[in-house]
C-alpha cells in the first residue's frame, strides 16, 4: 500500500501530531508500506529521506518560529507528486493549509480519503477571548464540514469519536489511539538519579505530570491539590514527604512558576522545561503516582506510557484518560472535583501495595495501546476504506 501522509506540522518540530505520524510511519513501513509526507518546509531543517518527504513553501511568523505554515500556492505540483507515486489512500491530519489541500487532491484525483481529528480545537478559542464564543461555534461548524467531506474519519479516542457526532458528523468514525513503545517505558532512570538532579528529599513520594504547561492542561486544578497534599501530609508527617515534578513547556510556564511561589508549595514542586521525548520517558519509572488533571485531553498518550511503566494513574474522568484508566483497577479516574482528586492521590501515597497492585496491572491493560496493534487496526480500516471507495465508485 503506498500511503500519502499531509500535515500541517512534522520534523523538527515535536509534538502529538508529529509523534503520532512517526509512530504509524514506523509500525507501517515495518509491515511493508510506503509512506510519503507532504509537509511546511523548515527554515533550515534538511530531510534525510528525500525520497519519501516533501515540503511544502511556508513562511514563519516570529512568534511561532516552530510552526512553518505551508503556502500551497503550487498544488498542481503535488498533485502531479501523488499522481506519479500511484498513492492508495490519502490521510491528512489537519483541516487547514495542508490537510486541506489533501482532501482537493484525493477528489481531483479520485483517490480515497481518510482524515485523523487529532485535537478539539474548539476547546482552544481562550487564546481569542474578545470572540470565544463566536469562535467556538466557527469551529465547530468548520470541522463537522470537513468530517463530511472524508471517507473515514479516525480519532484518538471513543470519547472524540462522540463529540464528533454531537458536531453533525456523519460520516464513520473509528477510534485508533497512538500506539507506545512499550519496551522503551521499560528503561527508566534509577531513582537516586533524578532525585539527585532535581534536590528531590528521599522521604518524598513523587507525583509526576509529563505534558504541556497550558491553561487547557487544568493546572491551576493540579497545583491547588498539591497545596492541599502539603498541607495535609505536613500535619501527618511534620514535613509534607510528597513532591509534585512537572515535565514539560509550554506558553503558561513562567505564569506556573510564580503562581507556586504565591501559594507558598515552591519547595515541592518542581519545573523541569521541556525534555526530549526520549529522555523525558524514563522519568516514569522515578515516580510513584502519575497525575493528570486535563479535561480537553483527545488521547492522553502519557497516560497510556505511565500505565506501560507501571505507575498508578490518578485522572480527571474526562476525555481520553477516561477511555484508557480502569478505574479502581490500574488508577483512579475522578470527578472534577478537587477533594476527590486529592483524596486519591493521598490513598495511593499512603498504600504501597495498592500502588504495586495498580502498577501491575496497568501494564498489562497498557499492552492494547502498543505501537504494533494501533498500526495493524489503521492498515485494516486503510484497506476497508480503499475496498469501499472503489466499490462505489465501480
Request: aromatic share 10%; with cysteine.
Amino acid at each position: 500500500m503506498r500511503i500519502a501522509i499531509f500535515t500541517e506540522c512534522y520534523l523538527p518540530t515535536i509534538n502529538g501530531v508529529v509523534i503520532s505520524i512517526e509512530t504509524f510511519r514506523a509500525e507501517l513501513e515495518k509491515r511493508g508500506h510506503e509512506v510519503f509526507i507532504f509537509a511546511p518546509k523548515t527554515k533550515d531543517f534538511i530531510d534525510k529521506d528525500k525520497e519519501h518527504i516533501f515540503r511544502l513553501p511556508s513562511f514563519t511568523w516570529p512568534s511561532q518560529k516552530n510552526y512553518p505554515l505551508a503556502v500551497p500556492f503550487f498544488s498542481w505540483k503535488i498533485a502531479k507528486k501523488i499522481k506519479e507515486l500511484k498513492i492508495d489512500v490519502i490521510h491528512s491530519q489537519h483541516l487547514f493549509t495542508v490537510g486541506n489541500l489533501g482532501l482537493r487532491i484525493a477528489r481531483k484525483l479520485h483517490i480515497p480519503f481518510v482524515y485523523t481529528y487529532h485535537t478539539l480545537i474548539a476547546e482552544y478559542t481562550h487564546y481569542v477571548p474578545l470572540f470565544s464564543d463566536i469562535s467556538k461555534q466557527y469551529l465547530i461548524a468548520l470541522s463537522k464540514n470537513f468530517c463530511n467531506k472524508c471517507d473515514q474519519v479516525i480519532t484518538p479516542s471513543p470519547s472524540m469519536a462522540k463529540i464528533l457526532v454531537k458536531y453533525g458528523v456523519k460520516k464513520p468514525i473509528e477510534p485508533i489511539p497512538t500506539g507506545i513503545h512499550i519496551e522503551a517505558l521499560k528503561k527508566h532512570f534509577p531513582d537516586k538519579v533524578i532525585r539527585a538532579k532535581w534536590d528531590i528529599p528521599e522521604n518524598r513520594k513523587i507525583l509526576l505530570y509529563l505534558s504541556r504547561i497550558a491553561k487547557e492542561k487544568n493546572i491551576d486544578f493540579l497545583l491547588k491539590s498539591m497545596k492541599k497534599l502539603v498541607e495535609r501530609r505536613s500535619k501527618k508527617h511534620k514535613l509534607a514527604d510528597v513532591h509534585l515534578l512537572m515535565i514539560g513547556g509550554g506558553p503558561e510556564l513562567g505564569f506556573y512558576q510564580e503562581q507556586i511561589k504565591k501559594m507558598g508549595i515552591e519547595n515541592y514542586v518542581t519545573f523541569t522545561g521541556m525534555l526530549k521525548n526520549d529522555i523525558a520517558v524514563r522519568y516514569y519509572g522515578a515516580a510513584d503516582i502519575f497525575v493528570f488533571p486535563s479535561i480537553t485531553e483527545t488521547q492522553g498518550i502519557v497516560v497510556s506510557e505511565a500505565m506501560a511503566a507501571g505507575i498508578p494513574v490518578v485522572a480527571v474522568n474526562k476525555m481520553g484518560p477516561s477511555d484508557l484508566v480502569k478505574d479502581n483497577e490500574d488508577g483512579f479516574l475522578t470527578d472534577l472535583n478537587q477533594t476527590e482528586f486529592t483524596d486519591r492521590i493521598e490513598q495511593l501515597l499512603d498504600s504501597t501495595t495498592l500502588r504495586e497492585k495498580m502498577g501491575l496491572k496497568g501494564t498489562k491493560n497498557a499492552e492494547e495501546f502498543s505501537s504494533e496493534a494501533c498500526a495493524l487496526k489503521l492498515e485494516k480500516i486503510y484497506n476497508l476504506v480503499i475496498q469501499n471507495f472503489h466499490s462505489k465508485s465501480d
